[in-house]
T-cell receptor
Framework: QKEVEQDPGPLSVPEGAIVSLNCTYSNSAFQYFMWYRQYSRKGPELLMYTYSSGNKEDGRFTAQVDKSSKYISLFIRDSQPSDSATYLCAMTPDNYGQNFVFGPGTRLSVLP | NAGVTQTPKFQVLKTGQSMTLQCAQDMNHNSMYWYRQDPGMGLRLIYYSASEGTTDKGEVPNGYNVSRLNKREFSLRLESAAPSQTSVYFC????????????FGPGTRLTVL
């Protein structure tokens, strides 16, 4: 079993839809949770950063963490074609960059 | 503001050849990292440097060496390339221990024949 699991997609949705992206993990020591967006042939860029359980909202993006279920989610409201990218979840137990564990990514296409 | 830059963008090698991937950052960050990204797998850490003058192995260091040349530059060397090293390589940097401060470069796409 991989330490972090993520449905690879591809996921195709119409413009304006609400998108739900998810990751599950097995290591209960993870405390810090991140979502990165990666456009084709580009490097990942940090979208959301959450500590422990709970919700965090930033514009159209909401990150949720449920540590009891070892499950994290990223919601995108009013999705746009410019949101078409691969979304990577990442997590670490101790906030040290060298201990990040990344999911394989979910490829999202938002159709006009 | 260039952020994290990597050279080259693309490279094709034959098995057994050597090469060095270059990375530089202009954000005055202490920590730098080298990752590889393969289809169906998450980014995997090859080596990292927590500060100038120090380097440490990550999850998949075999077949690679690194040099932290100065605070700005962190290079990755393949001494004898193998087809299993075909991948996309990303350099990243961070200003401190914060997980929210890791910035990635654009990547180097390497093919080993």
């Amino acid at each position: 079993q991989k330490e972090v699991e993520q449905d690879p997609g591809p996921l195709s949705v119409p413009e304006g839809a609400i998108v739900s992206l998810n990751c599950t993990y097995s290591n209960s020591a993870f405390q810090y949770f991140m979502w990165y967006r990666q456009y084709s042939r580009k490097g990942p860029e940090l979208l959301m950063y959450t500590y422990s359980s709970g919700n965090k909202e930033d514009g159209r993006f909401t990150a949720q963490v449920d540590k009891s279920s070892k499950y994290i989610s990223l919601f995108i409201r009013d999705s746009q074609p410019s949101d078409s990218a691969t979304y990577l979840c990442a997590m670490t137990p101790d906030n040290y960059g060298q201990n990040f564990v990344f999911g394989p990514g979910t490829r999202l296409s938002v159709l006009p | 503001n260039a952020g994290v830059t990597q050279t080259p963008k693309f490279q094709v090698l034959k098995t057994g050849q050597s090469m060095t991937l270059q990375c530089a950052q202009d954000m005055n960050h202490n920590s730098m990292y080298w990752y590889r990204q393969d289809p169906g797998m998450g980014l995997r850490l090859i080596y990292y440097s927590a500060s100038e003058g120090t380097t440490d192995k990550g999850e998949v260091p075999n077949g690679y060496n690194v040099s932290r040349l100065n605070k700005r530059e962190f290079s990755l060397r393949l001494e004898s390339a193998a087809p299993s090293q075909t991948s996309v390589y990303f350099c990243a940097s961070s200003g401190g221990w914060g997980a929210d401060t890791q910035y990635f470069g654009p990547g180097t796409r390497l093919t080993v024949l």
